[in-house]
């Protein structure tokens, strides 16, 4: 699998969008980008995932460099309730995912 | 529709003892995952298994044992607990296709 790069924190103002930048110049053509989140102590949360398109859906959009070596996640009109640890991860299919440590986003009134 | 049903929540064990933490799913999924979680730190993928019958080691399977005689069921066995098992677990399932995983919200266990 992949590896990602995350920046470790990142903070947005409650009713601003907020977009969480991924590095995966290592990526394959057969992987995938997904996006979870963990808030607080709970299971992780499945947002997001695209191959090579951009994708949107009711929590968020998936937007992929050309080169497939990047992305971004954006959350168009963040909320407190969004502040978690947000989690990219590339792999092929659906075997295995690869937790790094991802992006803590702190959501401030 | 439950999802992913772990249990226990909260256990405490001590040190040499065994237990099984319970994972059961009702969305029929063929694939299904346990991960633990240290601290501050990302999920490492303990076992897997990609339907009934067939189980699959992960990155940490150390001191860990499955069972997967049922397509709704992924027991995850602890023999012989150790102060390192101390973390949070969480079972997961996945119907095959190239979608999001479901998790369950986890077992913390505690090993003294």
């Known amino acids: 699998d992949a590896k990602t790069t995350q920046p470790p924190s990142m903070d947005c103002a409650e009713g601003r969008a907020a977009n969480l930048p991924c590095n995966h110049s290592?990526?394959?053509?057969?992987?995938?980008v997904y996006w979870y989140r963990q808030i607080h102590s709970q299971g992780p949360q499945y947002i997001i995932h695209?191959?090579?398109n951009n994708e949107t859906n009711e929590m968020a959009s998936l937007i992929i460099t050309e080169d497939r070596k990047s992305s971004t996640l954006i959350l168009p009109h963040a909320t407190l309730r969004d502040t978690a640890v947000y989690y990219c991860?590339?792999?092929?299919?659906?075997?295995?995912?690869?937790f790094g440590t991802g992006t803590r986003l702190l959501v401030s009134p | 529709n439950a999802g992913v049903t772990q249990t226990p929540k909260f256990r405490i064990l001590k040190i040499g003892q065994s237990m099984t933490l319970q994972c059961t799913q009702d969305?029929?999924?063929?694939?299904m995952y346990w991960y633990r979680q240290d601290p501050g730190m990302g999920l490492k993928l303990i076992y897997y298994?990609?339907?009934?019958?067939?189980?699959d080691k992960g990155e940490v399977p150390n001191g860990y044992n499955v069972s997967r005689s049922t397509t709704e069921d992924f027991p995850l066995r602890l023999e012989l607990a150790a102060p390192s098992q101390t973390s949070v677990y969480f079972c997961?399932?996945?119907?095959?296709?190239?979608?999001?995983?479901?998790f369950g919200s986890g077992t913390r266990l505690t090993v003294v």
């Open positions: 991860i590339v792999t092929f299919g659906f075997q295995k995912l690869v």
């Open positions: 290592t990526i394959s053509g057969n992987e995938y």
């Open positions: 695209g191959l090579k």
């Open positions: 969305m029929n999924h063929n694939y």
């Open positions: 298994s990609v339907g009934a019958g067939i189980t």
């Open positions: 997961a399932s996945n119907p095959g296709q190239t979608g999001g995983y479901t």
